[in-house]
C-alpha cells in the first residue's frame, strides 16, 4: 500500500534558488527516506530520517519531520541544474520489511 | 547504479508471450525488490526476497512471478497473464530485510507491449 504521499505540485525554479517539496503519510513509521530520480533512471537514496528525529541535513540537504502532522519537507538549497529530478519519499513501517513509495514530485531548475 | 545492473535496458514483447527481465547484484546484500513504475503513480511493489530461497508477494503480484535461486540474482517474469504490462520496471537491493535501510537501485528495464 501506498504511504507516502508528495505534494503533487511541479516545481519550476531558477538556478540558485531554493526548493521545498513535502510527503504525507497516514500510519505510524519507523523511519522516512528521501530518494532523486533522474529522467529514465534507477533511484538514488538521498537521505533517512528517523521516526525519533526531527531535522536532518546532507549537504545542500534538509529534511525535516513531524510525526504529529504525519509530514516531511525536503529543502534543496542553492539549487542547480543538476537537481532537475523526481523525488520521491518512501516510509518504513514497524515489522513490515518494504518501504511504501510516494508519487514523486518533479523538480525543474532553470539555469 | 553501482553494484546492481538490470538487463535488457529495452525490451520488447508481443501479447501472449512471457518474458523474463534480470537483475543482478554484487552488493551481498539480502534483500531484493521488484518495482513496477508507471507514469503519475509512483513505484509499486511487485515482489521482495529476504533470503535466498524465499519470497513474498508486494501490492501488485498478479500476472508476475520471480525466482532467488542465488542471493545475487532476482529475475521476474512477466506472463501472458498481466493484461497491461508495459512499464518501468526496477530492481533493488538492501543490506538487509529490515525497514531501516536504504535501497539501492538498478538502472531499469522499460518494458513495451507491442
Known amino acids: 500500500s501506498q504511504q507516502g504521499e508528495e505534494d503533487p505540485q511541479a516545481l519550476s525554479i531558477q538556478e540558485g534558488e531554493n526548493a521545498t517539496m513535502n510527503c504525507s503519510y497516514k500510519?505510524?513509521?519507523?523511519?522516512l527516506q528521501w530518494y532523486r530520480q533522474n529522467s529514465g533512471r534507477g533511484l538514488v537514496h538521498l537521505i533517512l530520517i528517523r521516526s525519533n528525529e526531527r531535522e536532518k541535513h546532507s549537504g545542500r540537504l534538509r529534511v525535516t519531520l513531524d510525526t504529529s502532522k504525519k509530514s516531511s519537507s525536503l529543502l534543496i538549497t542553492a539549487s542547480r541544474a543538476a537537481d532537475t529530478a523526481s523525488y520521491f519519499c518512501?516510509?518504513?513501517?514497524?515489522?513490515?520489511?518494504?518501504?511504501?513509495f510516494g508519487k514523486g514530485n518533479q523538480v525543474v531548475v532553470i539555469p | 547504479d553501482g553494484g546492481i545492473t538490470q538487463s535488457p535496458k529495452y525490451l520488447f514483447r508481443k501479447e501472449g508471450q512471457n518474458v523474463t527481465l534480470s537483475c543482478e547484484q554484487n552488493?551481498?546484500?539480502?534483500?531484493m525488490y521488484w518495482y513496477r513504475q508507471d507514469p503519475g503513480q509512483g513505484l509499486r511493489l511487485i515482489y521482495y526476497s529476504q533470503i535466498v530461497n524465499d519470497f513474498q508477494k508486494g501490492d501488485i503480484a498478479e500476472g508476475y512471478s520471480v525466482s532467488r535461486e542465488k542471493k545475487e540474482s532476482f529475475p521476474l517474469t512477466v506472463t501472458s497473464a498481466q493484461k497491461n504490462p508495459t512499464a518501468f520496471y526496477l530492481c533493488?537491493?538492501?543490506?538487509?530485510?529490515?525497514?531501516?535501510?536504504?535501497?539501492?537501485f538498478g538502472p531499469g528495464t522499460r518494458l513495451t507491449v507491442l
Open positions: 533493488a537491493s538492501s543490506p538487509l530485510a529490515g525497514v531501516n535501510n536504504e535501497q539501492f
Open positions: 518512501a516510509t518504513g513501517v514497524y515489522g513490515n520489511n518494504r518501504l511504501a
Open positions: 552488493l551481498n546484500h539480502d534483500a
Open positions: 500510519t505510524s513509521i519507523n523511519n
